[in-house]
């Protein structure tokens, strides 16, 4: 009975559409356009927000199980602008707004999972999660292995990391390295109009508990996005950028930063590999090693902190396979152990951009093995 | 109403049956049941009472302590005997253990031992079924332990603004493990914290009929739409919060004040009335006892005849 209430999606639902993605090119805060370099991505010009409405939307419209909720998603402008006036479209019993009580919400969002629902559950900022924790950690997560493999919770939350304007310590925090360590929850972080629109559809089409973290920096882009409805695999990252000196793996925002940062390096006569992981969870480890070997040189570039972060984990992965092949001890650009600040002469010390890339990839290629 | 009354009794009987054989094999030489039992006796009346009232596509979600609430609700016994085992024909194929119980086909969600959590996804569960357009309800039993956590106050909330098929079924034992009631809230009246937000019923966990009976009553309610209830009934466990002991060994419990809950039983009670009225025999008993002793026995032989799980098996399931 319930089997049938997780049936796969139409088959149009699940085709990937396309081989490669639009090399996205971003200066934090311009809008900017993402087709200069890729041609062959056709669609309509929409900027990221744009696209995860275009997916929301679309899959409302393919189906009924799906809803969307969150607090404050029917305002005016909706959720970033993502939501806006879905519920005039769908109506507000399948896009509605709730009370803050992350707890218990994100409960009624896992109990509609488990009742045969495909929500989709969308906050502000990542940091509210922290009261979602229960949830998220001992029951979304663990549902279906402690049943034995017979009670799926096909979720989505959606929370927005910010940066800047003095958002401060509760207002900012990528909590992704603190997600990932826990089995049973996957992880997409997209960086590009096309891919949150695959991505996203794919979470929502997945069967367990997807956390679609995106990064506020990253929602100015502009870029085509095919109208038709299309997946994008999780576990698999995308190489942006062919090099041959050194790998830069980058998450999130920090994967637009490495693509600024791949420019300055190409003046420097240094050839720099650039790839957006695009999932955490499933991690493209392969992509990862693949690039390395050719490279011999890794750095990964973060959002996140460095104590126990994903940047740790995916080192040691490194070198647990390529350890006598790496020409330098992996690098990483991430956040110190210390808590976001407000003021912006602190804020600048606290983040990374491509210059921090740059100092580091530099280090980087100075290593001789 | 006759054959409900010996329904309930039966539904009684059996729990309190299961409750006993498995203290009883619990803690022999050979520890077969490699899992934290928390064991329902005393408080048979409310599982029985509640269930009583349900549709088999009715949902309910239990606790740790919901070998009740299971059986109860038509959950299958060798199944869970088997879950008991740890053996690969569990109920959750040995992933879950006594406090993870399932059999979605019979209406029993997965019982969660982190309290509390299970009340918010009832609520949800009976979002989905609102927006699924059926007409079945969602019950959680949880204790009054779990009614001092905030998420069980959203998530009544939740219910009633959105006037959501779910009935809060408050199972109120008086003790959080071993802590009493008066050292843990200023207010030792549950049901009087939710009041203003929904219609709130309290009664004697200990007398069946009146569970029953009331549950009757409010299960019309929700089932015609009017949104969430919230059901307190007062009852006392016979054993202690974990294992097979009868708990007058903390600082608290008193074997005086068990032996009065213990005068209070919910089946002896029952029982008393049926026989008064010529409803059952001794002779009925018996046949009644013997007839779920095999059913017991015959649980209990399917477990230990079944294979655990194959450590080959480690990482099936963490993704559906």
């Known amino acids: ?369 | 109403m006759e054959n409900m009354l010996l329904k309930l009794y039966y539904s009684m009987k059996r729990i309190r049956m299961v409750e006993n054989y498995i203290a009883d094999h619990y803690n022999g030489e050979v520890r077969e049941m490699r899992t934290p039992i928390h064991l329902c006796d005393g408080q048979e009346g409310i599982a029985a009472g509640v269930c009583g009232n349900l549709h088999r596509q009715d949902t309910v979600f239990g606790n740790h302590r919901s070998h009740g609430h299971y059986l109860a609700k038509g959950g299958d016994l060798k199944k869970m005997v088997a879950e008991l085992h740890n053996r690969e024909t569990g109920c959750c194929r040995g992933r879950g253990g006594s406090m993870h119980l399932i059999d979605r086909e019979n209406g029993v969600a997965l019982t969660s031992s982190i309290v509390a959590g299970n009340v918010s996804i009832a609520v949800g569960y009976a979002l989905a079924q609102k927006m699924k357009k059926t007409d079945t309800i969602s019950v959680v039993f949880f204790g009054d332990g779990a009614s001092e956590e905030g998420s069980v106050y959203e998530s009544i909330c939740y219910a009633k603004i959105n006037r959501l098929p779910v009935l809060f079924v408050c199972e109120n034992n008086l003790y959080s493990i071993s802590t009493p009631f008066c050292v843990r809230e200023p207010n030792a009246d549950i049901g009087s914290k939710f009041e203003t937000i929904l219609p709130v019923a309290s009664v004697d966990g200990n007398d069946v009929l009146t569970v029953y009976e009331k549950t009757r009553e409010i299960t019309e309610h929700i089932r015609n739409g009017e949104g969430p209830w919230f059901l307190e009934c007062k009852t006392y466990r016979y054993r202690n919060h974990h294992n097979t002991g009868n708990g007058v060994d903390n600082r608290f419990r008193t074997t005086e004040e068990l032996d009065l809950w213990k005068a209070k039983c919910p089946i002896m009670k029952l029982e008393r009335k049926l026989s008064a009225e010529g409803l059952l025999e001794n002779a009925e008993i018996e046949r009644i006892e013997d007839e779920i002793q095999k059913e017991i026995e015959a649980a209990f032989s399917y477990a230990k005849e079944s294979a655990c799980p194959d450590a080959g098996t480690l990482c099936e399931g963490v993704w559906s």
């Open chain 1, 1 to 369: 009975m319930q089997k049938k209430a997780h049936a796969p999606m139409p088959v149009h639902y699940v085709k990937e559409c396309g081989a490669k993605v639009p090399w996205t090119r971003v200066d934090s805060g311009e809008m900017l356009d993402s087709d200069h370099i890729l041609k062959d991505i056709k669609g309509q010009k929409m900027t990221y927000t744009e696209a995860v409405r275009n997916a929301l939307a679309q899959a409302l419209r393919l189906d009924e199980k799906v809803f969307v909720m969150g607090q404050g998603i029917n305002d005016e402008v909706g959720m970033f602008g993502a939501t806006t006036g879905l519920y005039k479209e769908f109506g507000e019993d399948r896009v509605f707004d709730t009370p803050l009580a992350e707890t218990g919400v994100t409960g009624v969002a896992v109990g509609a999972a488990m009742g045969g629902m495909r929500p989709v559950y969308c906050h502000n900022r990542p940091d509210f999660l922290m009261l979602a924790m229960d949830q998220l950690v001992n029951h979304a997560s663990k549902y279906n292995y402690m049943s034995g493999g017979i009670c799926p919770i096909p979720l989505v939350i959606w929370a927005v990391t910010g940066q800047g304007w003095g958002s401060a310590a509760q207002h900012s925090q990528a909590l992704h390295g603190m997600f990932m360590h826990v089995p049973g929850i996957k992880i997409i972080m997209p960086t590009t109009p096309y891919d949150v629109k695959g991505l996203l559809l794919q979470a929502i089409a997945d069967n367990n508990p997807v956390l679609f973290l995106d990064h506020r920096r990253i929602h100015n882009q502009v870029g085509s996005v095919p109208e038709e409805m299309y997946t994008i695999p999780f576990g698999k990252g995308v190489v942006r950028k062919q090099g041959k000196d050194i790998t830069i793996l980058g998450i999130s925002s920090m994967a637009l930063e490495a693509l600024r940062a791949e420019e300055a390096l190409r003046s420097k006569g240094i050839d720099a590999e650039i790839l957006d992981l695009r999932t955490i969870k499933p991690l493209d480890i392969e992509m990862i090693i693949t690039s390395v070997k050719k490279t011999g040189r890794l750095l990964i570039a973060d959002t996140g902190w460095k104590t126990g972060g994903i940047s740790a984990e995916i080192s040691t992965l490194v070198y647990e396979r390529l350890y006598r092949e790496l020409k330098a001890p992996v690098a990483r650009v991430s956040l110190p152990d210390v808590p976001t600040p407000a003021a912006y002469t602190l804020e600048e010390a606290y983040y990374n951009n491509a210059a921090d890339i740059v100092r580091e990839a530099e280090k980087s290629m100075r290593s001789v093995s």
